[in-house]
């Protein structure tokens, strides 16, 4: 499809376990961001990346939490050791522009990833 | 720091009611204002937009007037849908791309 493309869209897994979880942009789209949705509490921007700018790892939550986006395209959001507090909806959006100009802000977002730590 | 507050959910509506949710703002310089929407089983989506104080975004019927000098966005309708059931989100971007700002979303749930 022509959409952002999220895979899984379930994960349920144990504590302690290492979970990835993949985001397929629109193609073209420069920009690609992860955020993290969870009951009450809104969307929390984890990571970003534009073209082969270094990412900006600024809203990820601890160490145990990492990033890549291979070719500017595919990228996997992986999970360490995971906690039950890392249960929430991992929602991937992309964009055609990036920072340096835009600020129309039109993200376009998969239907997300819902991960539960047993 | 910037933050968006939008009203508590949820919000249920009779068809063909008036609705508003309300969103304000706190943000330096001069923010451009969104409405997100989530349908059931979908992902999000934008539904309008202001870039600047005075600017109104709309949208399938939807309105949002860019309101400086109350900091405020506030979402409206003027005859509701029951395929208007979704969970909107009003966010601010003061910059750049990557800090869209979100409130936490209020939920709509319109009734036949």
């Known amino acids: 499809g022509a959409g952002v493309s999220q895979s899984p869209s379930n994960k349920v897994t144990e504590k302690g376990k290492d979970v990835e979880l993949r985001c397929d942009p629109i193609?073209?789209?420069?920009?690609l961001y992860w955020y993290r949705q969870s009951l009450g509490q809104g969307l929390e921007f984890l990571i970003y990346?534009?073209?082969?700018?270094?990412?900006?790892k600024s809203g990820l939550p601890s160490d145990r939490f990492s990033a890549e986006r291979t070719g500017g395209s595919v990228s996997t959001l992986t999970i360490q050791r995971t906690q039950q507090e890392d249960s929430a909806v991992y929602l991937c959006a992309s964009s055609p522009q990036g920072t340096s100009g835009s600020r129309t802000g039109e993200l376009f977002f998969g239907e997300g990833s819902r991960l539960t730590v047993l | 720091g910037n933050s968006v507050t939008q009203m508590e959910g949820p919000v249920t509506l009779s068809e063909e009611a008036f609705l508003t949710i309300n969103c304000t703002y706190t943000?330096?310089?001069?923010?451009?204002l969104f409405w997100y929407v989530q349908y059931p089983g979908e992902g999000l989506q934008l539904l309008l937009k202001?870039?600047?104080a005075d600017d109104k975004g709309s949208n399938k019927g939807f309105e949002a007037t860019y309101r400086k000098e109350t900091t405020s966005f506030h979402l409206e309708k003027g005859s509701v849908q029951v395929s208007d059931s979704a969970v909107y989100f009003c966010?601010?971007?003061?910059?750049?791309?990557?800090?869209?700002?979100w409130g936490l979303g209020t939920s709509l749930a319109v009734n036949p």
């Open positions: 202001a870039t600047k």
């Open positions: 966010a601010l971007n003061a910059g750049n791309n990557r800090k869209l700002i």
């Open positions: 943000a330096t310089g001069y923010p451009s």
């Open positions: 193609s073209g789209h420069t920009a």
């Open positions: 990346f534009q073209g082969n700018s270094a990412p900006d």
